[in-house]
């Protein structure tokens, strides 16, 4: 047994106070750690620039056989008139790490949704957004929608209600 005079004993004690402090520091800083993302879009949506809902939709827009109707289960004129009063609050801005989801887009997202009753995954192949932030949009398109044209037609409070949760 080794005998140890009270300063000792103090520096032997203060020295392991603090280096208990550091580690517990340490350890709390590799718990924070995110762990980092595989990327920041999958491959396949890399390409919305070029194959876009928006450009689909120019697309059927050219197409005379009635296309657009069928896609969006609406004339463009109504599409545009639609968009004109319920984009100003679909719209989102640019960032700098990425450009925001047209109101157009996010419109016609929204209609193609509820004109098929398809999957979020089906709309993600389509219009090259991820099924998370459809997810998101579509909700968000449907109150601006009820909020706009609360004044056109009468919503049931039963949907009121679903839209809600």
Not at 13 to 21: D, H, K, R
Not at 98 to 105: C, D, L, Q, S, V
Not at 122 to 140: C, D, G, N, R, T
Request: glycine content about 4%.
């Amino acid at each position: 047994m080794v005998k140890m005079n009270g300063e000792t004993l103090m520096t032997d004690a203060a020295a392991f106070v603090v280096m208990s402090g550091a580690y517990l520091q340490l350890l709390k800083k590799k718990s924070r750690r995110r762990s980092r993302r595989r990327w920041w879009m999958v491959t396949l949506n890399q390409s919305r620039e070029r194959y876009s809902g928006t450009h689909l939709m120019a697309d059927l827009l050219k197409e005379p056989s009635g296309r657009f109707e069928n896609f969006c289960r609406m004339s463009f004129e109504d599409f545009e008139e639609l968009l004109q009063k319920i984009e100003p609050v679909i719209s989102k801005k640019d960032t700098r790490w990425r450009k925001a989801i047209p109101g157009k887009e996010r419109l016609a997202l929204t209609l193609r949704f509820l004109a098929s009753g398809g999957s979020f995954k089906s709309l993600h192949y389509l219009f090259k957004i991820s099924a998370q932030l459809i997810s998101s949009i579509v909700p968000e398109v449907c109150s601006a929608l009820i909020k706009v044209l609360s004044n056109v037609i009468q919503v049931t409070f039963v949907f009121r209600y679903f839209i809600r949760r």
